[in-house]
């Protein structure tokens, strides 16, 4: 009987060791002449439980293992080929009982649709899923128009973040009069905690391509560009590839089955700069410039690269295309609400059991995606609020976890969907500080060229910082609102208009956390060092010593047996002691 | 057409034109600050935001296109909320000062940044000119002020600050021992009355300003003479009173009147002043001594300090025992001292507080414990011992200091502890206060109202206007603010004045526009002293002074004065804190119209070093407001794109690649960084003079250093040009000068520049002081001379082209120049074909600029291919503009490309015309498809003949020569049009007996052949190593003297003399006293009427008919091509004029 393993060797999992495990399985198979595939594949969503192996006989019957290490990979491989597979580490399986994945269960993966499972380097793997059928069909028996109206029906919106009609945007490139066109794939994935492009990028980039050719086929564009940040090497590595085999099979390049249709591919490496990720600055980018929005309109579809009509999605986006030219709109639209349809990937983080990569079909409750697809609280911690769409998007309190996973519900909330991140966040969070760290992040990505944006977000901060260090006023939080307003509608690009959001969805749902900073000059999560105040609990302390001991500034006195004292003055807050006693005895507030 | 409304009002207006036109053709004014007609729109500033109905955010009326139907809301309170934000943030992050912090810190805020610059430039008068304006009393507040301006100075991080005040003094003297002393202009009579009680500093300069407005001012003074008290109170030591009676008699110089002896109260009456005056001030100052309260107080010996300076002043007799004590620790207390110590006594000077606590200046105090003067600190008297009525020694308890008081010093509290010393006499010179007996008194009432005291029986007055409320009765100085310093009152008189100016011509007394004042920190200790690190550490200049042991005995005024070369190096150390476009500054408007509370959004601020390593452009990246129009006019106009955002977020800077200094890059200097900033980020420098905020005088004209004739503002300070920039307004060249115009005039102002005669001994040039001399040596030469020559060079003007024809004429002589050759093309000059003017180029749909041209010239082909047209470069030279060019020619030299574009359009003419043969050539054709309407540009000077040549036949074979259709050469002489106008001829060097060189300068060849010359006369701007002549006489610039020339387009250049320099009437002098001239032709008016009239002969654009065409082709010497192909190529060129004549 023959074996397939597969490794998954996205950046995730070589970050945990997967490499190492790779090689172990090929030593292992050779070693013990076991009749096996060994085979690399991407990342399968589950990054909190990585390496993982897959391994089976038959498809249909295969199980997932997680956790897997050098020195447990030979007994799972020796087990599973002995018919008697061991049942630890299990994370799915279809033939063990009891082992059905939640985590899987309540997906639906069409963007995911090949990670994980296909080998990503080959560009067979992906032919034998289909690939390149879409684009075969597209350019030879669909118009343009028609690809065009079958993206609108879908109902796909940009999966960058604004939640566009990707249809919609088709049709200005194409109704744009030019000779020359461009589509531009946005793959600079900025936000902090989100991969969801690198991970599709890694794990499935003929997809991503196989879309951008048909968009390009669709709107009449012959060159395209991926601006891809130069901190995803995995990513582009597998792009080169891709487009290397892509480019051989004939899908780039000029009479493209057989038609009329050329298209030449190139990849742009970007230098990470937030901003970039906004589509004006990110042809500047491209073109050479410092990357800074311009005034819009003209939109890019109307004068975009080099002033030629440009067509600008996210990788997300575009993975989704060849599906739905496969699958047909309606198929697609199944899935989702009136208004936002399909599917949507988002990277779960923070304090989430199952960190990691998932993808659910719009409308599902955040409740359902956090509790049942995530697994809910990594610790025994409660919930206190979930970050939706990194720095641009908003806290979300758990009143609002009934709120479904939908464009217009999440905006209504004054958060966004943005590209993804979702990071969730226990009691000891405090949202004054998370509201500072993303104001930070901005802060420091403005591209520096709107008044409000380059130093409203400074002035922001600066008033974030004090309330932090108990400094603030209550007419502080006006002024933050002030400004909040008007870097919202004064900032040319998406950066400033929606770098207060954090700010404002913090105000609006934790404000009293902000008043116990300014008035009572504490922090309830005990986030805040300047508010922080560690004391000896008399009636606890037993005079162990070690809190002492363990105190790198020595200001902690006290004679053996006899109770601790804490130089307030000296203290510089450090939570060792607190750390340190096993009594209980310190007092953190 | 589209219909918009704007705030509800619906207009109609041109489709594609942006929000912020519309608004502006409609008389709606959006502030901007990144926003410049020459650039496309950018966005940034947001100070333009404006709300469109329906749509989220705001826009930028600069970026937003007007669309039909569009409602757009440009003054909502939203939006002027959010322009005020937008303000309000860029000002939180301007790091700089609007107004220097002396200023600031001056009560009578005297522009001193700008009187210091001018000290260190050697223009005493004009500092005193810019002093006066706000302080009239330089002489004696230059020797008696407390200089509150120097505790602000910025100069004390790096070392020491500026002795300012002393400068002033300096200037002040300089102007007053000069042979004409600054007296401003007297406006006309205007037939008011004012009245003004008392003669001191406050009423002696509402007087001085009233009168200089117009007014008949009387001023009452009760003691018989003027100064109150710097005259009685101020000892002669400080301020001789020679000094002041000088002072006043020239603050008096416009009709001010003061009536001696008028005792106030008893000789004139408030009530009857207020009734026959049209405004009155009161300015009685704080005479009155206030007491001790000590025991023992009636004894003989003791004496009250303003009581016993006033005596001593007077001349009365008071008789001092030989040890005095003076208790107190103000000025007066000092000066008693002083005046005590140098009336013979023993002093010792009993003080409450210690040394560091005493009101008197510093400087007073160390003076005075030079002088021999004891001091008794931490001690205070108590009881005034005596004898038979008389004194004998005082009680005295030791005090010790405590928690501060109100006043910030630390309050002295008595220790228990006492003691006794023997003194004779006691001066106690504690406090002043108004006399006030009269207030209450009927006559001083106005219908039954009496002025309003404070409980320290001072006046109630408001600060800003002095006026009391009552009557017409203003009233300030010491009777307002109680004892306080000279310039105080000064500026309570300045103040009064310009009040009661307002007030006389029915104006709010206060004016409503206060200026916004940027201030880089409220205090100067709040400053970081890192910025400072990078100036090099010049102490103080020490004034001399008279030596302790001489001065203590005499009243001889003990600070001697600056020598003048160290007043200019002291003055020289300024380090120019106030922003020198203060006045023109957008943001500080905007700030003002805006009303901007700058302290709410305080916080980090972006700090940068202050970049002065470019000679010509000073970069203060403080200032920057990262609107970025310099970043894109020197990228997307000028070309060489040196400037850039450096760093993320709220550090974000604009400086040179890598934060370099701008000389480490391809900058150009053409400076339009500079016209384009719109605060003082980028600011221009003079490499001759310190620049300074004071306002110029400004003068427009034509820059005269090439053909071209741009319209140019020149800056005048005091007869000197400051700075030159681009002319507002509509002109050809419209904000664009090149490197020579913006900075290359300062020549005219350096060290070799010369502004009379020099003759040559060896190989040194000596200086002839009598113009005679010259006159005699030109005069003798002449005589011996049987052969003589002039050469005149083409960046004469008009007039002394004139001159000098005449002058040849006169002595029998020829002119030519040396500058110029004789070109075949010269004969086409004012022809239908040559030359078109830069009016004219608005229409060409293609300029092609060959070979090397001026940064105008490119910025002007810039400008008009951004407007549509095509821009060809025909060039060797490697630019950063060649960029810029559609179509960029530099493979081959340009001779060749030229040739083979020739060839092309010949072949295109071959296929026309069919009786032509087969023309034989030698270089390939090059493909270059040029409209009708295209504009060749070179500049004449610069080019080959044959280079000419072949552009001229290439034009005539693709222009028709109609509007924007034709040739443009350019010269680097200003006046070469006028040149050929003169008829005066490129000419060759050889030897004669007498030579002219009248602006020319020969090079190393050309001097070859003349070197046998006998005697050779240059008139010339500069001594030059090269110059070989034996006489050298000066020449005026285009800056100099009134004049005229012709510009490359015909346009007439004019010259105005901006610094109103005499070197032209000199030179025309130093020619009749040669006899070459009449007295009537040694005028420069004689010869600005024969320009004049020469130029109002220019002759109509002659229309050049074929036939003569014709003939001048076939007479150009330097035919290259064979007849045939000639006649060929003319055949064309006729065709294509019969084709026009139809």
Known sequence: ?589 | MITIKINGKEVKTEKGIKILDVAKENGIEIPTLCHDQELSPYGSCWVCAVKIKDRKGFVTACGTEALDGMEIETDSEEVHKARKMALELLLSDHYADCEAPCKIACPDQVDIQSYVSLIANGRHQEAVKVIKETLPMPLSIGRVCPAFCEEECRRSIVDEPIAIRQLKRHAADFDIFNKSQYVPKKAPNNGKNIAIVGAGPSGLTCGYYLSNKGYNVTVFESAPKAGGWLRYGIPEYRLPKKILDKEIKLMCKNGMKIKYNSQFGKDITLSELNEKYDAVFLAIGAQNAVPMRVKGSNLEGCFLGVDFLRNYMLGKKIKLEKKVAVIGGGNTAIDCARTAARMGANVTLVYRRTRKEMPAEAYEVDAAEEEGIKFHFLTNPVENLGKKGKLKAIKMEKMKLGEPDNSGRRRPEPTGDFFKEEYGTVIAAISQKPEVAFVTKKANQIKGKELQLTKWDTVVANEETQFTGLGKIFAGGDFRRGPATAIEAIADGRKAAEAIDRFLNNQPMIDPIKLFDSKKEKKLEDIDPKEFEQYEEIPRFKIPELDPKVRASNFKEVETGFEEEDARAEADRCLECGCNVNESCDLRKYATEYKIEVDLFMGDKNKHPIDDSHPFIRRDANKCINCGRCVRICAEVQGPGVLGYIYRGFTTYVAPEFGESLSKTNCEICGKCIDVCPVGALLPKNSNTKLNPHLSEKITQNCGLCGTGCNIEISVQDNHVTIVEPADGETFNQRDLCFDGKFGWQIFEDEDRITHPFERENDHWLPIKNIDTAAKMIQEKLQKAESKMVYISPTSSIEEALLIQHIAKKIGSQISSLSIYKSFVDKLTDTNLYTKTYDDLEHAECIVLIGKMSKVHKTIARRLQRNGAKLILITKEISDFNNFADELHNDDPIIKTLEKILQYNIELVKEELDDIDDIEHNVDPLKLDLPEKTVFMYNRDLISEESIWNIWVISSLVCNFEEGSGILPTSKFNNFRGFQKLGINAGEPANYNFVLFYGELPCEEQKKRIKNSNFIVSVNTHIDDADSSHLLLPKASYLEFESTSIADDGRTSKFKNPKKSTIHNKLLKIFKKAGLLTAQEAKISFWNKKAQMFLAKKEKIRNLSNQELLDFLYTVEHMQFDAHKQASIQKKRITKLKKMAK
């Open chain 1, 1 to 589: 009987m023959s074996l397939v393993i597969k490794v998954g060797l996205a950046s995730c999992g070589l970050a945990a060791g997967a490499g190492e495990v790779y090689e172990t399985i090929l030593k292992h198979v050779k070693k013990n002449g076991i009749d096996a595939t060994v085979k690399k594949t991407a990342c399968i969503g589950m990054c909190f439980v990585e390496p993982l192996v897959e391994i089976y006989e038959e498809e249909k019957k295969s199980i997932t293992y997680g956790d897997v290490t050098s020195e447990n990979v030979g007994n799972i491989i020796d087990a599973f080929s002995k018919g008697k597979p061991i049942e630890e580490n299990v994370i799915m399986s279809n033939i063990l009982k009891g082992s059905e994945n939640k985590t899987y269960k309540k997906q639906k993966r069409i963007v995911l649709r090949n990670c994980g499972i296909i080998d990503p380097v080959s560009i067979d793997d992906y032919l034998a899923t289909e690939g390149y059928k879409a684009l075969e069909k597209s350019v030879k028996d669909i118009s343009r128009e028609n690809i065009i109206n079958e993206i609108k029906n879908s109902g796909l919106r940009g999966r960058g973040g604004a939640g566009f009609p990707t249809g919609l945007k088709w049709e200005f490139a194409y109704n744009a009069k030019s000779e020359k066109k461009y589509i531009v794939c946005n793959a600079d994935e900025g936000d902090p905690g989100a991969f969801m492009d690198r991970s599709v990028l890694e794990g499935d980039p003929h997809s991503v391509i196989e879309g951008m050719i048909i968009g390009a086929y669709a709107i009449g564009a012959d060159e395209g560009y991926i601006y891809c940040r130069a901190e995803y090497p995995l990513a582009i590595k597998h792009l080169e590839i891709a487009i290397e085999q892509a480019t051989e099979k004939g899908y780039i390049g000029n009479k493209i089955f057989g038609t009329d249709f050329n298209f030449d591919l190139h990849i742009k490496e970007g230098a990470g700069a937030f901003v970039c990720g906004e589509e004006t600055a990110l042809m500047a980018s491209i073109e050479g410039k410092r990357g800074m929005p311009t005034i819009r309109p003209p939109f890019p579809a109307q004068s975009g690269l080099w002033g030629k009509p440009t067509n600008i999605n996210n990788v997300e986006t575009f993975a989704n295309i060849a599906w739905i030219i496969l699958n047909g709109a309606n198929e697609y639209a199944k899935y989702g609400t009136e208004k936002s349809k399909g599917t949507k990937v988002f990277a779960l983080a923070g304090k989430i059991k199952n960190s990691g990569l998932i993808e659910v079909p719009m409308g599902m409750p955040l409740k359902d995606v956090i509790y049942d697809v995530g697994g809910g609280m990594k610790t025994e911690k409660p919930f206190k609020g979930v970050q939706l769409g990194g720095p641009s998007g908003g806290c979300l309190p758990a009143e609002l976890l009934d709120t479904i996973v939908d464009y217009d519900s999440i905006n209504k909330t004054g958060a966004i969907m943005g590209s993804g991140g979702m990071v969730v966040m226990d009691t000891s969070s405090c949202m004054v500080d998370i509201a500072k760290f993303f104001l930070n992040f901005t802060q420091n990505e403005s591209c520096g060229k709107c008044t409000f944006c380059r130093i409203g977000t400074k002035r922001m901060l600066e008033i974030l910082t004090r309330i932090t260090e108990g400094k603030g006023k209550m007419e502080d939080l006006d002024t933050l609102e002030e400004l909040s307003q008007n870097i919202i509608k004064g900032s040319l690009c998406g950066l400033g208009q929606t770098a207060p959001n954090p700010v404002l969805t913090t105000l609006k749902y934790f404000r009293e956390e902000y008043i116990a900073h300014i008035k009572d000059k504490t922090c309830p999560a005990g986030v805040c060092t300047a508010l922080l105040k560690y004391e000896v609990i008399e009636d606890k302390c037993i005079g162990c010593t070690v809190c002492a001991m363990k105190c790198p500034v020595n200001c902690i006195s006290g004679e053996r047996k006899q109770v601790h004292n804490i130089d307030q003055d000296a203290c510089i807050k450090c939570g060792a002691c607190y750390d340190a006693c096993k009594f209980d005895a310190i007092k953190k507030g």
